[in-house]
Each structure stands twice: as C-alpha cells, then as structure tokens.
Nanobody, 121 residues
Framework: VQLQASGGGLVQAGGSLRLSCAAS????????MGWFRQAPGKEREFVAA????????YYTDSVKGRFTISRDNTKNTVYLEMNSLKPEDTAVYYC???????????????WGQGTEVTVSS
C-alpha cells in the first residue's frame, strides 16, 4: 500500500487546513487509516484514525472538537480537516495505514511521506 499525503502549508493561528492522504489500494491490511504528527525535536504522536469500512473515528484529546478525520471510499482518500489551528499544531503530518487500530507509531505498517503544517501566531 502506498500513501501520498498533501495539503500542508502556512496558516495563521485560528485558521484552517485540510490534509489529504490518497491510498494506492484498500485492503484488509490497510483497514485503518491514521494521521500522526511530529514537531521539531519531539516524538511522532497520534492525531486521529478512521476505519475504512465502519467509518468509526478516533482522536487524541488535544485535537478533539477542532480536527475531523473522514474518508472517501470511492477515491481511496482520507482527509484531516483542521480548524482553529494553534501554533502548537505546527508539525510534519504523516498518514499511515494498518489492519488494526492503534495509537502508537509501531502499530502502523504503511506510511506516507509527510506534509508540513506551520501555524503562525
């Protein structure tokens, strides 16, 4: 499974961005799509995840109410709509895929290349 992330950029605090992650295919081994982020000097952390078939979603507490993960099964694409962005959301955002849901980096087998999000204050 190949993943292609896009949509990052520079935005002011309070603004919005939408990230996209296009998957080359959907298989049982990529039933869960997740977004992670890594800020400079920090560990990569879980942001959100969605199951392709059920559509169930999961979020880390710091983004609940601001970020929305969704999927378009017809396009094999997962989105991360980010609203009310804060400077602390600045990071490289990665999409990932695996067969089961997890919040740890090691839980995901497939990774995209990352897209950079910078939120200015």
């Amino acid at each position: 499974v190949q993943l292609q992330a896009s949509g990052g950029g520079l935005v002011q605090a309070g603004g919005s961005l939408r990230l996209s992650c296009a998957a080359s295919e959907r298989t049982l081994s990529s039933n869960v799509m997740g977004w992670f982020r890594q800020a400079p000097g920090k560990e990569r952390e879980f942001v959100a995840a969605v199951r392709w078939r059920a559509g169930s979603t999961y979020y880390t507490d710091s983004v609940k109410g601001r970020f929305t993960i969704s999927r378009d099964n017809t396009k094999n694409t997962v989105y991360l709509e980010m609203n009310s962005l804060k400077p602390e959301d600045t990071a490289v955002y990665y999409c990932a895929a695996d067969s089961v849901l997890g919040t740890g980096r090691s839980s995901y087998e497939y990774w995209g290349q990352g897209t950079e999000v910078t939120v200015s204050s």
